[in-house]
């Protein structure tokens, strides 16, 4: 079994389709961890239309290609286009950033996920909630990794914020919690 940490985002209907994901991927995986959700601007976008985004981590023992084809087969189900534009509207947004300490190209995957240290919204769920874990190349914790982020300035340049999220009668995410 390997720890697999997935990148959630929506800016479709985003309540909505962040807990079809998370309903989702609880019924397949079993048992989540999850950070905060945070609402951030879009990065690259021409719409722009705020995005939710938060980090999800499950135990699994599917393979890559089997783990990238449910995201795939997930999103699809829920309303994303597959030839969309890169930088277009979604519904839902599903990335595998890391599997274990899988590193390199499997199954057409690249891992770990290049953005896990340059996109504040994702490094600073990882940190959030997956501080400790160690990014597969450079052996860093993600805790550091975010404080160097901070430390250069860069979580300025790319602001986020948490926002309130329920998740099956319970609080998730708290708009209270100083980032």
């Known amino acids: 079994m390997s720890l697999v940490l997935i990148s959630i985002g929506s800016n479709i209907e985003r309540e909505h389709h962040v807990r079809v994901c998370l309903d989702a991927l609880e019924a ?3 048992n989540l961890t999850l950070s905060s959700v945070y609402e951030s601007e879009p990065v690259g976008f021409v ?4 995005f939710l985004n938060l980090v999800a981590g499950f135990e699994s023992d599917w393979s890559v290609g089997e783990l990238q084809a449910w995201c795939k087969q997930l999103e699809l189900a829920n309303g994303r286009l597959k030839n969309s534009a890169k930088f277009s509207p979604r519904t839902l947004d599903l990335d595998l950033l ?8 499997i199954d057409g995957v690249m891992l770990p996920r290049d953005e896990v240290d340059r996109n504040a919204f994702v490094l600073l769920p990882l940190a959030e909630s997956f501080g400790e874990e160690r990014h597969p190349v450079t052996g860093e914790d993600y805790a550091s ?3 160097a982020f901070v430390a250069a300035g860069r979580a300025e340049q790319q602001p986020l914020w948490p926002v309130d999220f329920s998740w ?12």
């Open 47 to 50: 719409d722009g239309r705020n």
């Open 145 to 147: 990794l975010w404080k």
């Open 28 to 30: 397949t995986f079993g």
């Open 168 to 179: 099956r009668c319970r609080m998730i995410s708290r708009a209270d919690v100083t980032v």
């Open 98 to 105: 890391t599997v274990g300490t899988l590193t390199g190209e």
